[in-house]
């Protein structure tokens, strides 16, 4: 069935250093892939997506790039703070009606 | 404009109980999406539902159920709880739900279920 990989599952860096997580797929037919960041106690909350048609986009200090061929994905945060520490999550279509699969996390840590 | 509101918030059940957990989506969205998630397997898609029908399904027991209604909010029930049920379960809002339409998921704070 569809399969959505992601790494590394931890992650801490510097404040002020960039932070990179990756994210492969199986379905060939995915065609959207969000970012989700989930904080202790909350819900995923949606910080960024990408459509098939586009290869990068970005959003302030996030961005987020496509490969098609290569079927894998990335989110990219510049200049890291200690707020964007939580667990990230990486997702893309599937299935016949499109549902999201989610990638197991990337924990990330901004050590001040 | 309100998020997708889930209730309640904890739960604490004892193993062979049922259990029944709300979500209301945001206002105008049709497709509400039952997610559990656990440490050791992260989010797993449970079912879909789009206007009052269930669209898809994971791939979990029979004991795991859901509806929905006219006015879009849903529920999801667990029959018979196991101890390996205790999980937050979210759940995810948008337009269509189907993410090939190009419409975005927002998901609610969940619902923490402990089984004892």
């Known amino acids: 069935g569809e399969n959505v990989e992601q790494h590394p599952s931890t992650l801490s860096v510097q404040e002020g250093d960039s932070a990179v997580i990756k994210c492969t797929y199986s379905d060939s037919a995915s065609n959207y892939f969000p970012w989700y960041k989930q904080e202790l106690g909350k819900g995923p909350q949606l910080i960024i997506d990408i459509r098939s048609n586009v290869g990068e986009k970005k959003d302030q200090r996030i961005a987020v790039t496509l490969n098609k061929t290569a079927k894998h994905f990335s989110l990219h945060i510049t200049e890291t703070q200690p707020e964007d520490s939580a667990v990230y999550f990486c997702?893309?279509?599937?299935?016949?009606?499109?549902?999201?699969?989610f990638g197991k996390g990337t924990k990330l840590s901004v050590k001040p | 404009k309100a998020g997708v509101t889930q209730t309640p918030r904890y739960l604490i059940k004892t193993r062979g109980q049922q259990v029944t957990l709300s979500c209301s989506p945001i206002s105008g969205h049709r497709s509400v999406s039952w997610y559990q998630q656990t440490p050791g397997q992260g989010l797993q898609f449970l079912f879909e539902y789009f206007s009052e029908t269930q669209r898809n399904k994971g791939n979990f027991p029979g004991r795991f159920s859901g509806r929905q209604f006219s006015n879009s909010r849903s529920e999801m029930n667990v029959s018979t709880l196991e101890l390996g049920d205790s999980a937050l379960y979210l759940c995810?809002?948008?337009?269509?739900?189907?993410?090939?339409?190009?419409?975005?998921?927002?998901f609610g704070q969940g619902t923490r279920l402990t089984v004892v």
């Open positions: 995810a809002s948008s337009f269509f739900g189907n993410m090939r339409m190009n419409t975005e998921a927002f």
């Open positions: 997702a893309a279509t599937g299935g016949s009606q499109g549902n999201l699969i």
